[in-house]
């Protein structure tokens, strides 16, 4: 019985410290050098897609990578950072369905959404470990509710004591309906956002 705890307690254990192998909260503060190298060393490609980016002031345009994942959404991973020095800001990390199918009827099977709440209570548990409870607003333990209207949603915050700012949400729905000016369209997303903490 302790045999089998202890191997569970392990694999619990590797599995929240390879989240930190997908986010970086280390890497605010540092220069963008460094994270190129670590999207290099991870076999990242720059990505090139989606919309118009905002640049903050004296911001230089930020830098794109996509990372190929499994079963759910590739990760889109931006990095922010200043011009004069060159140093990180903010890093925003985007599971998004709608990124590669912009279709407004992108229905997903519940295995999918499956994989991406587990995604979701992952990186949970990373941060979790990491800088203690966040505040949370949210629950996704319902599963009926990614076929009704509103969805499953949950955001989590953490105040770090001035070390960086996070804050993750995600939502999953699929849930359609047509309006003449903003319809309602399915939506699995996932997005964690780090930044710099404000003085």
Do not use: C
């Amino acid at each position: 019985m302790f045999k089998k705890l202890f191997i569970l307690t392990t694999f619990l254990v590797a599995g929240i410290a390879g989240y930190g192998q997908i986010v970086h909260p280390e890497l605010i503060g540092q220069k963008i050098a460094v994270a190129i190298k670590q999207e290099q060393q991870l076999k990242s490609k720059i990505y090139k897609g989606g919309g118009d980016i905002l640049t903050p002031k004296d911001m230089a345009f930020p830098i794109r990578y996509i990372r190929e994942e499994k079963n759910i959404p590739n990760l889109i991973v931006q990095y922010t950072f200043s011009k004069n020095d060159s140093v990180i800001h903010n890093i925003e990390y985007q599971w998004d369905a709608r990124n590669f199918n912009e279709s407004d009827h992108n229905v997903k099977p519940i295995s999918f959404d499956k994989v991406l709440i587990e995604r979701y209570n992952g990186l949970l548990a990373f941060f979790t470990k990491k800088y203690g409870p966040g505040t949370a607003k949210g629950d996704l333990t319902n599963l009926a509710k990614i076929d009704s209207l509103g969805g499953l949603t949950r955001t989590d915050k953490w105040n770090t004591n001035g070390q960086v700012d996070v804050l993750m949400y995600t939502a999953i729905s699929n849930y359609h309906q047509a309006q003449p000016h903003a319809s309602i369209i399915p939506t699995h997303r996932i997005r964690v956002y780090l930044a710099q903490p404000k003085k």
